[in-house]
């Protein structure tokens, strides 16, 4: 998987198919039964959804934040996002078995290997829903609307025409093609205004962001060809272009 839906709505429904998937095993298969203890199994199995449902709401919100500072994504983040939340959600499942309501009678040693256990069983689903959840990424093109701080600095354009953006000053002159024919349209803003509303541009240099589609080649070691025009490379940013 080399994409991220960064939706948060539709990882929450995700969260919401996991959720009731572990109810279901927790109520039917009763993993962490013990003859000791007389379990209502129905609110207890509830718990289980509910903390799964949070836990992967939480790692939603963290993958995000994650995206939106590295610009990209791959199958490593993939597994460690998948990894991290199994763990998070084992150590959140713990302590609500150890709580008044459960008041289970596993340390958290035996608590884990049955986790582990019931992991390989998790993870499949996890990995399948995550998958569906890319897929839900909507190939039909919307305008998108760049507004500046004046009233009137308003773009209105695909992004697959977004080409790049650079700082001028007090404004950022934006190009993208127009009839495959390249524009310019200054505004009075800020790349980090912009960044916000854009946010699949990818930063090259402290004062250029490209859309990652118009990448064409590298001319030297400090510049690369995009689409009908060339851009500089700072070398902080030469390794997020590498990984495209």
């Given amino acids: 998987m080399n994409k991220l839906n960064t939706s948060i709505k539709h990882h929450l429904f995700v969260g919401l198919f996991i959720g009731f998937w572990i109810f279901c095993f927790g109520f039917f298969i009763r993993p962490f039964d013990d003859p000791v203890f007389n379990y209502e199994w129905i609110p207890i199995s509830i718990g289980f959804g509910i903390f799964s449902f949070l836990c ?41 078995s150890k709580s008044d309501f459960v008041d289970s009678a596993y340390n958290f040693s035996y608590f884990s290997f049955l986790m582990a256990k019931m992991s390989i069983v998790l993870i499949p689903i996890v990995i399948l829903a995550r998958i569906y959840v890319v897929k ?12 500046g701080d004046n009233k009137l600095d308003i773009l209105k354009v695909y992004p697959s025409d977004l080409v790049s953006v650079s700082s001028s000053q007090n404004y950022v002159e934006i190009f993208f093609l127009d009839n495959h024919v390249l524009n310019s349209k ?15 541009l990818i930063q090259v240099h402290r004062s250029h962001f490209i859309n990652p589609s118009h990448f064409k080649s590298w001319k030297n070691q400090n510049t690369i060809y995009i689409t009908q025009m060339e851009v500089v490379v700072s070398k902080n940013y030469k390794e997020v272009i590498l990984a495209l």
Avoid: D, M
């Fill in 56 to 96: 992967y709401a939480i790692v939603a919100v963290i993958q995000n934040k994650i995206y939106q500072k590295l610009l990209r994504w791959n199958i490593v983040f993939e597994i460690i996002t998948i990894i991290f939340y199994c763990l998070f959600f084992t150590i959140v499942l713990y302590g609500y």
């Fill in 136 to 147: 839900l990424i909507p190939e039909k093109q919307s305008i998108l609307t760049i507004k």
């Fill in 186 to 200: 200054l505004i009075r803003s800020s790349l980090k205004k912009i960044h916000l509303a854009v946010p699949f």
